[in-house]
């Protein structure tokens, strides 16, 4: 009589190299996702800083009307997606900046998008950066370091 079957052992081997391969996957797919967080984190810093430096290259040229004693740099972010009148038009078009606000994808998810990013003014210092009358550069408020090492608010 021939009987068909796994014998006990086989089937521990065979749980024992799931496992073995289930432990290394865990933290390889961890990292992966990590690493999309990082790669949006990265792409949304250089739209926000892109439309900073578009607004204030507008005010530079005097595309924009921009009070004399403003330092030609938005008022918050939400002034680079409403839009600003552009004064070469008769027709009051506006000049935008961007379609929307990014959001940090390492922020809370309840927080607003314009709320989950630091700001940081023109008449701030680099090493302590702060808000104030205007958007000079954003930063990301996510605690921890990057997998390159480098803090996510120094980025």
Do not use: C
Not at 15 to 27: D, E, M, R
Not at 37 to 43: G, I, M, P, T
Not at 47 to 59: E, F, L, P, Q, T
Not at 69 to 98: N, Q
């Amino acid at each position: 009589m021939d009987q068909r079957g796994f014998s006990l052992v086989e089937v521990v081997i065979t749980v024992a190299i799931v496992a073995l391969l289930a432990s290394i996957a865990a933290p390889l797919a961890e990292t992966v996702v990590r690493r999309g967080k990082e790669q949006e984190l990265k792409a949304a810093l250089y739209r926000i800083r892109d439309a900073i430096d578009a607004y204030k290259a507008a005010a530079e040229a005097r595309h924009i009307e921009v009070p004399a004693d403003a330092s030609g740099y938005p008022r918050s972010l939400e002034v680079l997606v409403e839009g600003v009148r552009d004064v070469r038009s008769p027709a009051g078009t506006k000049i935008y900046f961007l379609r929307r606000i990014p959001r940090d994808p390492f922020a809370d998810p309840a927080v607003e998008a314009a709320g989950s990013w630091g700001l940081r003014s023109s008449k701030s210092p680099h090493d302590d950066p702060r808000p104030g009358e205007d958007v000079f550069d954003v930063y990301s408020l996510a605690p921890g370091n990057g997998l390159n090492g480098i803090p996510y608010r120094e980025w």
